[in-house]
Every structure is written in C-alpha cells, then in structure tokens.
C-alpha cells in the first residue's frame, strides 16, 4: 500500500460513503475531489422533486384529524377515550370505532406510500451520488439533529426535515441550519413544542381563568410550558452539556421558544390555508425580556427565540462540541485534540460556516493519518454495499429498511434525541457481526447478475484495502453471488479505512 | 484453562457442537443464582406507575390523571397508601405471593434531569454521566467467579460494557448463511485484531439453540392490554426480549446475569394512553420471562429501573417533565416482596424538590448493592470499590431476598 492509495480509500471510504464501481479509480487528488464537492453542495439530483413537502404533510394530517374527529361523539369517558378502551364505550361508540377505523384507512395507506417514497428517494440518492462527502454530512447532520418516528406525530416529517432544513444548509452556516431544523415541523413535533405555551402569554391566562371559572384542576387542559425543545436544543444540538448552563437556563429558553408552532389542524378548517410550516403563535408567547447564559433578551416575538439561537450557534462551546463530533465522524472515536482545536477556531473565525470547518479538516494531516479509520455502523454498511453493486431498489426499499431495522439502526428512529451512537466500539460486537453476515447474504441477492468478474469487482471497490487473504476469498467463491456476499461480510469491507 | 470460545475459534464451524455458555460448579460460585436488570429508557412517571392513592396531595396535583384502587379503571391496591397501575395484571399476582416490590421515591445520585446523563449514570454506576467508561453490571460480573453475562440487545449496553464476558443477543434475521461462506470468513475475521474475538463468538453462538421454545416469539398476538386492540409481540418488545433472557438464564449452565431494556417511556403528553400500553408491555414481559426461566425462578432476582422520574404536576400538554424520584420495581422467586419499599417523601406542598419533582429518597445504588451482595454474593469491599465506586453514602439496603446468602 502507498501512501496516495491509502488517502484515496480514505476520502472514498471514511469521507464518503464507499465506493461506486470506478469511483476510486477516478479520484487523483482525494483533498481536491472532497473540496469540489463542497463547492456543489447538496445535489440531488431531482430525485425528491416528486416528494411532498411538510406543509402538504400538516394539510394531510389536519384531514385527518379532522375526520377523527367527527367520530369523538358519544358517551365515553375522557380516560376511556385515551385509552382507546372500547370495551366500556357504548354500542354507538363500537359502532362508531369500526366506522372510524374505515374512515382511516385512506389516510393510513396515504402516509405508508409516502413514508416508502421518502425512503426510496434517500436510498436512491445515496446509491448513486457523485458527491458522497456532502451526502456523508447530510447524514451526520440529520443524526445531530436527530428525530426519533417512534413519536408517531412526527414521523411523517423526520425525512422531510432532512430535505428541507439540512440538505440546504449543509455546506452553508450552521447557524442557518439550526434555525431551519427548531422551526421545522419534525422538531417542533418531536420534541413536543408546537403546544408549549407560556404561562403569562395571553393564551395561557386566558386558558387558566377559563378553567378557574369551571373549577376544573385539570392542568393537563391548562396551556403549560414544555422544555423538551429548550433542553435538547442547548444540550445536544449546540453548547453540548458541559458548557455550564442550569436548569434557569433551560426554562427560560424555553420561555423564549413558546409560541414555535405549526399550524394546528383547525388553520386548516374552513377554507384556511395556511402558507407556512412553522407558525409563530404569538398569543402563545411568554410576554417578557429573557436571561440566557449570561445575556439578556429583550422581550419580542420570533425573534427572541431566533437572536438566542444565533447567540448559541456563536458559542465557544458549540464550537467545539460540533468540531469533536464531526472529527469523531471523520476520523476516529478519538480523534487529536489539536485537530479539534483547529476546526473550532475556524468554525468561529467565518461565521459558523460549516465549509469553513471541512476545509479545515480536509487540510489537517491528523485526518488524514494512516491509523485514523471508523468501524461502519449499520447504515453504512448498507449503503456502501448499495453503491459498491449498484442495487436499484426500483421504489422498493421494504427490504433495505428491514435490514437496518434488524442490524440495529432503523431509518429515523434511533429513539433518542441524541441520535445514533457515533462511537465505532460501541457497533462491534457478536450478534451485529453475525446480522452483518447475514445481510450480506440477503443484500448479494439483489446484485443484478452482470458480467462481473468477482476478483476484480472486488479490486475496484477496495482497491490498496483489499488483501490477499480476501481476495484469495473472493476468487474461490463458487458464484458471483456468493462472490459478493464474501466480499460484503469480509472484514475488510466492514471498516471505514 | 482453553475456553470455550477459544476451543471454538480454533476449530471448523462443523465440529463447534458445545454450549456456549461454561458450565459453573456450584462451588465455584457460592450459589446458583440469577439476576435480570430491566432498564426502562425516557424516564417512567413514578406517580402514574404506583399511585399514591392514598396521599391527600395526590388527587389535586394530578388532576384527571390521577389513578385509585376505587376508580371504574381500579389500580391495584397494595397498601393503604400505594397502588399498582391498572395494567400490572401479572405484577399485582405476584406482589400477593410476594415476588413483587415496588420502591418509591428513588432516583440514581444524578438529579440533572437530562436523560442521556442520568441514564449514562444508571448504566455507569457512578453519580457522574462521564464518571465511568464501564457499566456497573459488566464490574459486578467481573466481580463474581466465573461470571458471564447476556445483553438482550442488539447493541452493547454501556451497562454491560467493560473486561467481564458479556454476549450480546438480539432476535435474528430469517437468512440463512452458507456454511461454507463461513468457513471463507474465518481465517480473515481471524486475522483482523478488532473483530476476531466477537466473530469468534458469533459462531459459536449459533451452535447453540438461541431462543427457548417457550419464549414470546415476534409477531404472536399480545396479552390483553386494556385498550381493546390486538397487538403483536415486536421483535425488540420487552416480552419477547424478557422472554429469551429468560430462557438462556433458565438453563442450568446459563448466564447469571442479563441485561434487557426498554425505550419510549418519555411521556411529555399524552400520558395516559402511553403509559397504559407501556406498563402492559413491562407486565407481560415480566410474565413471559417467569415462564420461560421456568424452576430457576426461584432463585432470580429481577430489577427493573429508570433513569428518573417526571414532575409530580401535569404540564400543559397532557403529560409531565423530566423529574426526580421514580419508581423502580422488584421481581422473582427469591425476592422478600409483597411490600413497598422506600420512605416516601410526600407530594403536599413544601414537600416536592424544587417545587415541581417527587423528591428522591432511595439512592438506586442501595437497591442494585443490596440485591448484588446477598443474592450474587459479591463482597461488599468489591461493590464499594468497583461496582460502585465513591457510593459509601448508599447503604446496601437489607432484608431484599429472601434466600439469601453470603459471599462465597
């Protein structure tokens, strides 16, 4: 192995997102071949141009709502009512349900096709995109800014928000793509902020006196504050955990981010037609100047949310808590300090510009250090075993999302704001590197039975990683299936090297 | 000694014909005994999950929420003051035969409310979420002669990370590997330092029937869970997850202790309904793991924990925020249940944590070292200095298990 090759594999491999078919061949300048890609941007190749976008994705689910709820009659209780307990709701209310049920049912056949379009798309686009380095940071950001669908409200939209506040952003400023992501409907929804109402906000009095009219103590019915968003957003999505900030903090972030809703199923109602997204509530917002690590906010609308995110997007702290999360992507789960250092300084020095901080890594020699490699996680392996065989998932990506699933990293849904672990350690183990071989079995059925000649099949996707023991493997394979399936669940196609 | 693993390593896949797990002498260990750790992840609401029923604060802060023995859905009673949320069917059984304990009002020594950092110190064992790269359940095991574990789970649990031997399983895809793709794969997983080992290990697991007949398969029908609508069992779901480790752990030369966890117990709204189906979930998985660890049952300790509890007052979506004392639960043929335990701190006013959480009165780690000590017989000088470093302040709470025994 030389020492070009081996940064060849590396820009291909661990900056991208593994080989295509001649793709290491092409590349002559790996440093040059990344940098062109952040000059492209996100392309997409117009393969979501037939996707929906969110505010069609809140139109639908608003039909539904609304037709839910012209079946909410009847005489159940309000406890028996979320429980969904139709064994003590009335004949009528049975009746009802199985109605209901039917009524549904287009709407749940709806969402199923358009959740297996979205993930057709993505699939497609990382198979065969000729910038994988932005596609690789696409990933990573959505991971950042994760959003888990096993919150049934938000799972319509987590891939949207993938689409349309990361893809945009990505070689732009990470203070632009952090505003886009906490005013995107995903978030909002996920992290339970579209109905975080402030105490003192006219909504909120409102809704107290009313309630202390009718005597009712039920505060579940009371517009109330949610910290979820405020929380998450300042430990995981910028100034990280450690950067010093209390409970205080978080509460009156999340004053300041009350009203950050979407339009609400009756904005739908009669004829309405709202224009956007994301809707500012301004009747739902904390009245009131606000005190964020140290400074003060004066009391506004929106923008008092917006001018503290931009203020945390501006931190020390963010920057280096971004810079050692992408130096852990890119290089290794522990990564030289120096290099972190290094991209933090250029991350504050141009604006919190994301290209800033690639090019910085791009240009450091740790990154490209001959130890520096990362096991695949999951989505990794599949897609570059995707990309390697040229799997066309003809709008069928069923089995793609079942084996990610069964290795253990469903597609949006790592149950977790903190998104999926990005620690290599934590992803090798028995029962994963046995699923491993077993996808890889599952995955060589897919490959279309070309004129491949397996040996050099192999050659061209591993290049200088391919050893002599592999390919030795690889040439006793009895078919070119079996060829394929020995060179997915060969350890040598299982790092990022 | 050669291993197990290390036999099978060496040898072809055709002949790897043994058990995976090695079989323990009774004199080796002291005794025979089991233990589960449920990991319930998002922070399970402890006032929802046992209701103070009794506690005159109860009604007023939870409002329609709140849950009693004389409601038309009747938690089960305990105690004049607590009860079991309507769904613990299964658990309710068993805390009348005394294999069953609630305890009230306990948190981990970490009350920040994060739960990526409180669940980092549940699994760490340590009051710092960084305190700790290993998890307290991989040291206990290192700490037990001959001790080896099972994480029911498809990626290592940070609590079961560390030196001890501890096996990952998860329920597996349907394909079948060519044997002699294996037999290629061999030599070359041999000869790459980072993945020899858990390859090695992956093999040899296979020669051993994974999954116990009786255990809750994926994709047949769900208990009853109050809410009138059929649900399959999901692959990762905690009956079919307890079901196997109960399966591997019944075995007479099965693993001593297992690792299970659970997600989506995050409830900021809409609660009721989460929670119902959430506990149903839990009490069938403690059902499924009763059956299918079969005679050893009486010998097994289960604790099931979460990494906090949530704010005592409803918020304004229907549901409750990250807090601080929860409830954490106690199963098994060996316990000394049928009781709640913990000092209940009150939820009238001037008596929450900062005006908002059920105060945490139990630290976790009094709970983990008194089961550790007098049912695995681990050394209590080991559990100050290992399993659970710093935790002087955390008495081993007594007169948990019912069998118990001493260290060997």
Redesign the interface.
């Known amino acids: 192995m030389n020492a070009s090759g081996n940064d060849v594999t590396a820009a291909v491999n661990r900056f991208g997102l593994g080989a295509k078919p001649g793709e290491l061949a092409s590349v002559h300048d790996p440093r040059a071949w990344l940098n062109a890609q952040l000059a492209r941007g996100a392309d997409d190749g117009n393969a979501f141009a037939d996707l929906p976008g969110s505010l069609d994705y809140l139109r639908e689910e608003a039909q539904l709502q609304m037709t839910r709820r012209t079946f909410k009659q009847g005489d159940r ?4 009512f ?7 709701a009335s004949q009528d209310g049975q009746a009802n349900a199985a109605a209901l049920k039917q009524a549904l049912k287009p709407y749940r056949q709806e969402t199923r096709k358009e959740l297996l379009a979205e993930a057709a798309a993505r699939y497609q686009v990382t198979t065969v995109s000729d910038t994988p380095f932005v596609e690789r940071l696409v990933r990573f950001w959505s991971n950042h800014f994760a959003v888990s669908v ?1 919150k049934r409200s938000a799972r319509l939209f987590a891939a949207p928000m993938e689409r349309e506040a990361i893809r945009p952003h990505v070689t732009g400023r990470f203070a632009d793509m952090l505003l886009a992501v906490e005013t995107h409907p995903a978030m909002l929804l996920y992290l ?1 902020n579209v ?3 402030g105490p003192n906000s006219l909504l909120g009095r409102r809704t107290a006196m009313r309630l202390a009219r009718k005597g009712d ?12 968003l405020g ?1 998450e957003a300042m ?2 999505h910028t100034v990280g ?1 450690n950067a010093g900030y209390t ?1 205080a903090d978080v509460i009156e972030f999340s004053r300041a981010l009350t009203g950050w809703s979407v339009p609400y199923p009756r904005d739908f109602a009669n004829g309405g037609q709202p224009q956007s997204a994301f809707v500012f509530r301004a009747n739902a917002h904390e009245p009131g100047a606000r005190h964020v690590m140290g400074k003060t906010f004066a009391a506004g609308g929106l923008e008092q949310g917006s001018d503290i995110l931009q203020f945390l997007a501006r931190q020390p702290a963010t920057a280096r808590h971004l810079s050692l999360q992408l130096a852990q992507h890119f290089v290794s789960d522990h990564p030289p300090q120096s290099l972190v250092e290094r991209m933090a300084k250029s991350y504050l020095e141009h604006d919190t510009d994301l290209a800033a901080v690639y090019r910085t890594l791009i240009a450091s020699p740790e990154a490209w250090d001959a130890e520096a490699r990362k ?1 695949k996680t999951p989505q990794d392996f599949v897609i570059s075993s995707l990309r390697a065989a040229q799997i066309g998932l003809d709008g069928r990506p069923q089995p793609v999302l079942a ?1 990610l699933k ?3 990293e469903p597609v949006f849904n790592p ?4 998104g999926f ?1 990005d620690n290599s ?11 491993r ?3 890889a ?2 995955l060589s059925a897919y490959v279309a039975q070309s004129n491949h000649v397996p040996l050099a099949f192999a050659q061209d996707i591993l290049g200088p990683l391919l050893d002599e ?2 390919a030795q ?1 690889i040439r ?3 078919s070119a299936r ?1 060829a394929h ?2 060179l997915f ?4 196609f ?1 790092w990022r090297a | 000694m050669l291993t197990r693993r290390q036999f099978l390593a060496n040898s072809a896949i055709g002949a790897a014909t043994l058990m995976i797990w090695p079989k323990l002498t009774l004199a080796a260990t002291g005794s025979d005994t089991r233990f589960l750790f449920v990991l319930l992840r998002g922070g399970l609401d402890g006032l929802e999950s046992v209701p103070p029923y009794g506690d005159p604060g109860y009604p007023a802060i939870r409002g329609a929420l709140a849950l009693s023995p004389s409601a038309q859905e009747p938690a089960h009673k305990l105690d004049n003051v607590f009860a079991l949320h309507p769904s613990f069917d299964y658990a309710a059984q068993l805390y009348v035969q005394g294999q069953f304990m609630p305890v009230v009002a306990a948190a981990p020594p970490y009350w920040g409310r994060s739960h990526f950092q409180a669940q980092n110190c549940v699994e760490n064992g340590t009051a710092k979420p960084d305190g700790a790269q290993t998890g307290w359940l991989n040291r206990c095991i290192a700490s037990m002669p001959g001790g080896e574990g099972l994480a029911c789970a498809a990626v290592m649990p940070l609590t079961m990370r560390g030196t001890a031997k501890v096996e990952t399983w998860s329920p597996p895809l349907p394909t079948d590997v060519n044997p002699i793709l294996l037999q290629r794969l061999q030599p070359l997983y041999a000869a790459d330092a980072s993945l020899a080992a858990p390859f090695a290990r992956a093999v040899a697991q296979q020669t051993d029937s994974p999954v116990p007949d009786n255990a809750v398969k994926p994709g047949a029908d769900m208990p009853a869970d109050g809410s009138g609508r059929p649900r399959k069992q999901k692959a990762g779901g905690l009956p079919v997850m307890m079901g196997a480790a109960g399966g591997f752990m019944g075995k007479v030369d099965g693993p001593r202790v297992a690792f299970v966890e659970d997600d989506g117990w995050d409830t900021h709204a809409n609660e009721a309904a989460i929670v119902t189906r959430k506990i149903a979930e839990l009490d069938a998985g403690v059902r499924a793991f009763h059956q299918s660890i079969g005679a050893m049952w009486g010998r097994t300790v289960v604790i099931v924990a979460t990494e906090f509890g949530r704010t005592a007052h409803i918020n304004g979506t229907g549901g409750t925020d990250h807090g601080t004392g929860g409830s954490m639960f106690l199963a098994g043929g060996a316990l000394r249940g049928g009781r709640v335990a913990g000092n209940w701190p009150g939820i009238g006013s001037g008596e929450l944590y900062q005006n908002r959480d059920v105060h945490a009165t139990t630290d976790f780690r009094s709970v983990f070292k008194g089961v550790l000590a007098a049912h695995l017989g681990v050394a209590e000088s080991l559990l100050e200095s290992r399993v659970f470093p710093d935790s002087q302040g955390a008495e081993a709470l007594g007169n948990l298990v019912a069998s118990g025994r001493a260290a060997a």
């Open positions: 209780g309000r406890r028996a979320l429980l969904g307990d139709m064994q003590s096993d339970d109905r975080s109402v103590m039920d505060q579940g019915k009371a517009g109330g504050l949610n910290e979820n929380r430990e995981l955990v409970q096991f084996l069964d290795l253990g149950r977790s704001p903190a672990t350690a934590n992803w090798i183990d028995a029962d994963g590197l046995w699923k071989v077993q996808a079995e599952a023991d592999t493997a006793r394979a009895e079996q399936a020995t669940a060969s350890p040598a299982q």
